[in-house]
């Protein structure tokens, strides 16, 4: 990877980027403009050169936009002289139109990755715009994957993927805190009921992702007659909540196109 990065903002998503990317690349000319202090202080910490965007256009050949969805459209317009990077962004919601927009006849990358990139099992979704060069799409698709794995994927499948991987975590930490709370009932320590389910998410997985059958299967494999897994997955069907679960992605992927269709 060929790359020369430049962060427009440095929050956890930026390092964890950079954290990856740090193995794939000479750690020389890259950059980040960051106006809040211990962020700034965070990115220098890491080897980055803090710097001005004037700066950062003209030396950076992927520019990793991380600032907040909302505060793209205040975002003061940029000079970029001669120079014609990949902006790779990660906003949420924001569309490569909306993109395009902001960041005329610049090639573009959307990208969907969420917060388990922060220890390298991050799943990042990527769409680019058509004038994405196959070399700067390579390139882009390797500096995901240093913080976990990505796939390439139609733009119109990103709202979805959104509530699927994008806000799954927190999804599935809500599901971690009732297994917690469940254990708690019988007395056993949280610390205990952390390291059992963890290792369970972690396992189950690694087998749908592994053994070739699908979930369904793999949850039938689990299960026996009159046992303990039909009782809980009894209760499963008698409060619908495979259907609420639908309904939980469903939503966020519903609030993500409002989000794009609002710019």
């Given at each position: 990877m060929t790359l020369k990065l430049g962060f427009i903002g440095f929050g956890k998503m930026a390092e964890a980027l950079w954290n990856g990317a740090k193995s794939q690349v000479s750690t020389d000319g890259h950059c980040a403009f960051e106006i809040n202090d211990s962020r700034r202080n965070a990115a220098s910490a890491l080897g980055l050169e803090v710097t001005s965007i004037g700066q950062l256009s003209k030396q950076s050949?992927?520019?990793?936009?991380?600032?907040?969805?909302?505060?793209?459209?205040?975002?003061?317009?940029?000079?970029?002289?001669?120079?014609?990077?990949?902006?790779?962004?990660?906003?949420?919601?924001?569309?490569?139109?909306?993109?395009?927009?902001?960041?005329?006849?610049?090639?573009?990358?959307?990208?969907?990755?969420?917060?388990?990139?922060?220890v390298g099992e991050g799943m990042s979704a990527i769409t680019f715009s058509d004038d994405v060069s196959e070399t700067q799409a390579q390139d882009i698709q390797t500096l995901f994957r240093?913080?976990?794995?990505v796939v390439v994927v139609p733009e119109s499948w990103m709202d979805m993927?959104?509530?699927?991987?994008?806000?799954?975590?927190?999804?599935?930490?809500?599901?971690?805190?009732?297994?917690?709370?469940?254990?708690?009932?019988?007395g056993i320590p949280e610390s205990v009921a952390i390291q059992l389910f963890a290792q369970t998410l972690i396992g189950a997985g690694r087998m749908v992702q592994e053994s070739g059958k699908s979930?369904?299967?793999?949850?039938?494999?689990?299960?026996?007659?009159?046992?303990?897994?039909?009782?809980?997955l009894n209760e499963f069907d008698r409060q619908a909540i495979d259907q609420h679960f639908t309904d939980v992605i469903l939503k966020t992927a519903h609030r993500s196109k409002e989000l794009s269709e609002n710019k």
């Open positions: 050949t992927a520019v990793i936009l991380c600032i907040k969805p909302q505060n793209l459209s205040d975002f003061p317009a940029i000079d970029w002289g001669n120079s014609r990077p990949i902006i790779v962004s990660i906003l949420a919601g924001t569309s490569i139109a909306t993109l395009a927009k902001k960041f005329p006849g610049l090639p573009i990358a959307r990208a969907m990755p969420n917060t388990p990139c922060m240093s913080t976990g794995d993927i959104t509530g699927i991987s994008g806000s799954g975590p927190a999804f599935l930490y809500r599901l971690f805190g009732s297994a917690i709370a469940a254990a708690a009932t019988q979930p369904a299967q793999l949850a039938a494999d689990v299960t026996s007659p009159g046992g303990t897994t039909v009782a809980g």
